[in-house]
Nanobody
Framework: QVQLVESGGGLVQPGGSLRLSCAAS????????MGWYRQAPGKERELVAQ???????NYADSVQGRFRISRDNAKKTVALQMSSLKPEDTAVYYC??????????????WGQGTQVTVSS
């Protein structure tokens, strides 16, 4: 089992920055992809960014160039540095580990979520 604990959310003004961190307990394997999702009120959960153990990252178009994801395999952590924040970035942000299963669908582990509010 994998447990994920996020930290770093809060209230920030438009144009500001925040850094989210997520620490994993349990086994994290090299095949696991770590990432961040977010869910705004009334909307579906969406992928923000994800990163492989080799450092390959991809981002949602809406955050490309403003957010940066990083991962420390030894410490089993993933972080999301968010800059130039906009009100539309307001959401609950969830840490995620996605584990590929060769014989079935992937297994997803989720953190409890951390609120990010961008408002003046």
């Amino acid at each position: 089992q994998v447990q994920l604990v996020e930290s770093g959310g809060g209230l920030v003004q438009p144009g500001g920055s925040l850094r989210l961190s997520c620490a994993a307990s349990g086994n994290i394997f090299s095949i696991d992809v770590m990432g961040w999702y977010r869910q705004a009120p009334g909307k579906e959960r969406e992928l923000v960014a994800q990163i492989s153990s080799h450092g390959y990252a991809n981002y949602a178009d809406s955050v490309q160039g403003r957010f940066r994801i990083s991962r420390d395999n030894a410490k089993k952590t993933v972080a999301l540095q968010m800059s130039s924040l906009k009100p539309e970035d307001t959401a609950v942000y969830y840490c995620n580990v996605r584990r590929t299963n060769l014989n079935g669908p992937a297994t997803n582990y989720w953190g409890q979520g951390t609120q990010v509010t961008v408002s003046s």
